[in-house]
């Protein structure tokens, strides 16, 4: 069946480091997001996607970065510059927006949980 | 522009009690709308979503919600909770040409189901 992986489930980061959370789709979704989930703020938009090789910034882009270098693969990195990594993530992906309207939602993964120890 | 509300943050219903779960959307264009659902530590789970045609559209675990244009409303309902039904609700909207993705979402509404 196709879906959304994301991985790790649970990641810990130390002071200073970065690290990659990784999220993979079959899909074959053109789009894809990273959304940053703490509790009682609803999800927030860090980056995304509409294609190959491009990505614009969401809300809250710094301190993180992204690729997508595939269209299957959108990992996003937390780096040091983040100075409040802790929080739950979320990948999402759907076909592209275009220019004409769709009636498709977004697929989402089952999450990473990062915490900074 | 397009944006979501959900009403109330926190919801707390007994078990067997009606649950309504309130959202209001403001769009200049037919708004497509969506119901998801949250359950701890893992991701958002497609519950229900109006397009066009029938305004009364029925979901997964017995949810139904109903399209109101005039109130600009898509209100999740259930006859009956569950304890399985305890969870984080997010409303969202379609939007058209817009510079961040497809939908916005709402803030989420935790649901909470007494014994």
């Known amino acids: 069946d196709g879906g959304i992986t994301q991985s790790p489930k649970y990641l810990f980061r130390k002071e200073g480091q970065n690290v990659t959370l990784s999220c993979e789709q079959n899909?074959?979704?053109?789009?894809m997001y990273w959304y940053r989930q703490d509790p009682g703020q609803g999800l927030r938009l860090i980056y995304y996607?509409?294609?190959?090789?491009?990505?614009q910034k969401g809300d809250i882009a710094e301190g993180y970065s992204v690729s997508r270098e595939k269209k299957e693969s959108f990992p996003l990195t937390v780096t040091s510059a983040q100075k409040n990594p802790t929080a739950f993530y979320l990948c999402a992906s759907s076909p592209s927006p275009g220019t004409v309207p769709r009636i498709d939602g977004y697929t989402f993964g089952s999450g990473t949980r990062l915490t900074v120890v | 522009a397009q944006s979501v509300t959900q009403l109330g943050s926190h919801v707390s219903v007994s078990e067997g009690a009606l649950v309504l779960l309130r959202c209001n959307y403001s769009?200049?264009?037919?708004?497509?709308l969506f119901w998801y659902v949250q359950y701890p530590n893992q991701g958002l789970q497609l519950l229900l979503k109006y397009t066009t045609g029938a305004t009364l559209v029925k979901g997964i675990n017995g949810f139904e919600a109903e399209f109101k244009k005039s109130e600009t409303s898509f209100h999740l309902t259930k006859p009956s909770a569950h304890m399985s039904d305890a969870a984080e609700y997010f409303c969202?909207?379609?939007?058209?040409?817009?510079?961040?993705?497809?939908?916005?979402f709402g803030k989420g509404t935790k649901l909470s189901v007494k014994p």
């Open positions: 769009s200049s264009v037919p708004p497509y």
């Open positions: 996607s509409q294609i190959v090789n491009d990505f």
């Open positions: 899909l074959n979704h053109d789009a």
């Open positions: 969202a909207v379609r939007i058209y040409g817009g510079s961040q993705g497809n939908l916005i």
